[in-house]
């Protein structure tokens, strides 16, 4: 079956600094969605990008479909931002609409 | 807009109990709703997909007479842990699909902690 991967695995912040979370994945996909999973469990979504790019306030987030991949900036990061990154995608060749999630990017921003 | 709730948000039983865990998506229709397990420090694992009016679709592994799932309108999924043992201790997330031609966005609800003794 298709396969997500997320780099890095964990990431440390200073206030302040930006980041840029990566997402590959080994076929092609009908949809592709960015979440943050905030210490409540909470899943948030950030991004419904199965390609091209979008921006919201300090995160954008950019889909290249052709080479397998997607990107996820975060810029001036503050303690808020602190949690888990998921990146999701639905398999192109089916149409069940089930999301196969990466493993994450734990990210803990320092005041 | 898009929002989904779960009820409860955690529960505690005895073993041997059987618990029923609510979804409804609160501003939209969905035909297709999901549920997902995580254990901690781990990805999500996708259970099975409820289908409105239909049978849900479980995934390979997953037993189907332990987890009960009732799709019964647009708007409410409910799964039913049946004869839970503490191994079935678990954080259970459901989402619900936003569906509109080719737009195809998945929203989750807040997650139901579940630890049985």
């Known amino acids: 079956g298709i396969q997500v991967e997320q780099s890095p695995p964990d990431l440390i912040l200073q206030e302040g600094a930006n980041s840029t979370l990566r997402c590959n994945f080994s076929?092609?996909?009908?949809?592709l969605q960015w979440f943050h999973q905030n210490p409540w469990g909470q899943l948030i979504n950030l991004f419904y990008?199965?390609?091209g790019t979008k921006q919201n306030g300090r995160l954008s987030a950019t889909t290249v479909a052709t080479e397998r991949y997607s990107l996820l900036y975060i810029s001036s990061s503050q303690t808020t931002d602190s949690g888990v990154y998921f990146c999701?995608?639905?398999?192109?060749?089916?149409?069940?609409?089930?999301?196969?999630f990466g493993q994450g990017t734990t990210l803990q921003v320092k005041p | 807009g898009a929002v989904v709730s779960q009820h409860p948000s955690w529960v505690i039983c005895k073993s041997g109990t059987s618990v029923k865990i609510e979804c409804r998506s609160l501003?939209?229709?969905?035909?297709?709703m999901f549920w997902y397990r995580q254990f901690p420090k781990q990805s999500l694992m996708l259970m099975a997909t409820?289908?409105?009016?239909?049978?849900?679709?479980?995934e390979q592994g997953v037993e189907k007479d332990k987890f009960l799932i009732n799709h019964a309108s647009l708007t409410l999924s409910t799964l039913t842990v049946t004869s839970a043992h503490p191994e079935d201790s678990s954080f259970y997330i459901c989402?619900?699909?936003?569906?509109?031609?080719?737009?195809?966005?998945?929203?989750f609800g807040p997650g139901t902690r579940l630890t049985v003794l």
């Open positions: 989402s619900a699909r936003l569906t509109r031609s080719s737009y195809n966005e998945q929203f």
């Open positions: 076929d092609s996909v009908n949809n």
């Open positions: 990008i199965p390609s």
């Open positions: 999701a995608i639905t398999d192109g060749s089916s149409n069940t609409g089930k999301l196969i």
């Open positions: 501003d939209f229709q969905a035909t297709t």
């Open positions: 409820s289908n409105e009016g239909s049978k849900a679709t479980y």
